[in-house]
């Protein structure tokens, strides 16, 4: 695997809890102990998200905060590369 | 609003290709049981969605298929990338080839096109909750079905995510509807449409005081 897949794999991972945790939250919005797990796993995921942007690009369009339009760029998410 | 994220909720990385089970995923893109239609029904409900949970629950849903129709795209798209005519012919993929080359077209397995007949938005919470338990149901069946034609690890594996998944938003969906219920008069749930008839939530109201 290549170092920005194995990147991508720990973003989606803490990103997957992420929106679990909200989905249980909608059903469940007083649950403060998974507020909290939110908090932690957001803590984890900022800087590998920051990591990854500045190795390989915006996440997000509005992420993209070079003079370059890097958000064109090769591959996108379906080409499995 | 929606905003891009440049990246799959689960990864898809597929080394082989196999254009005949590109054919039979795909009715999970715009099949009957489909992530197309999953997507619609949800996010089209949610307008009519009486009680703040249940709003969420379908917006945040139905944003989630949305996700899935991407990553079944790419499914099948690797698994038809650098097709042969005669790797097409052998599958049994000529017939999807002639109209579509190997571009993404939501349809179901038989070819048949999809259409917004396979989902239902009834303005009433309580029915629509309980299509969208049976929708989440009968697409965990399908992609049991498709798992019995997987040999690929690298398919298996985002399937048994996909399937996963559809198991947890049953259970969100069952949650929904027992928060509707609660709220409701239990002597008769069905006294009233809950989206249209306001009352029906004005003895909870009493109940409070």
């Not at chain 2, 938003?169 to 949650?175: L, M, N, S, T, V």
Request: glycine fraction near 4%; charged fraction near 30%; aromatic fraction near 12%.
């Amino acid at each position: 695997m290549t170092a920005r897949n194995i990147l991508l794999r720990k973003i989606s991972t803490h990103a997957f809890a992420i929106h679990e945790y909200r989905l249980f939250l909608d059903t469940h919005p007083k649950d403060e102990q998974t507020i909290a797990k939110i908090a932690e796993c957001e803590e984890k995921l900022r800087p590998l998200v920051e990591e990854y942007e500045k190795k390989f690009g915006p996440l997000r369009m509005n992420n993209d905060n070079t003079r370059k339009w890097t958000w064109v760029n090769d591959p996108w998410p379906w080409e499995g590369e | 609003m929606f905003v891009y994220e440049k990246r799959l909720q689960y990864p898809v990385k597929i080394k082989q290709t196999n254009p005949k089970l590109a054919q039979i995923i795909i009715t999970q893109y715009g099949g009957p049981d489909g992530e197309l239609g999953a997507s619609l029904r949800y996010l089209s409900q949610r307008f009519s969605m009486p009680v703040p949970e249940l709003k969420a629950t379908l917006n945040d849903i139905g944003v989630e298929e949305l996700g899935h129709l991407e990553m079944i795209g790419a499914i099948v798209y690797q698994l038809t990338k650098n097709l042969t005519e005669e790797q097409i012919k052998a599958a049994g993929f000529d017939s999807y080839f002639v109209d579509h080359t190997t571009g993404v077209y939501p349809s179901s397995a038989a070819g048949v096109p999809f259409t917004a007949s396979y989902i239902q938005v009834k303005g009433d919470p309580i029915t629509d909750l309980h299509e969208d338990m049976a929708a989440e149901q009968k697409a965990r069946t399908t992609y049991d079905n498709i798992l019995r034609y997987c040999d690929d690890p690298d398919v298996i594996d985002p399937i048994r995510f996909l399937r996963e998944r559809e198991i947890v938003h049953y259970q969100r969906f069952g949650e929904s509807l027992r928060i509707l219920t609660d709220k409701l008069d239990s002597k008769n749930f069905y006294a009233f449409n809950p989206s249209f008839d306001k009352k029906c939530f004005a003895k909870e109201k009493n109940n409070r005081k």
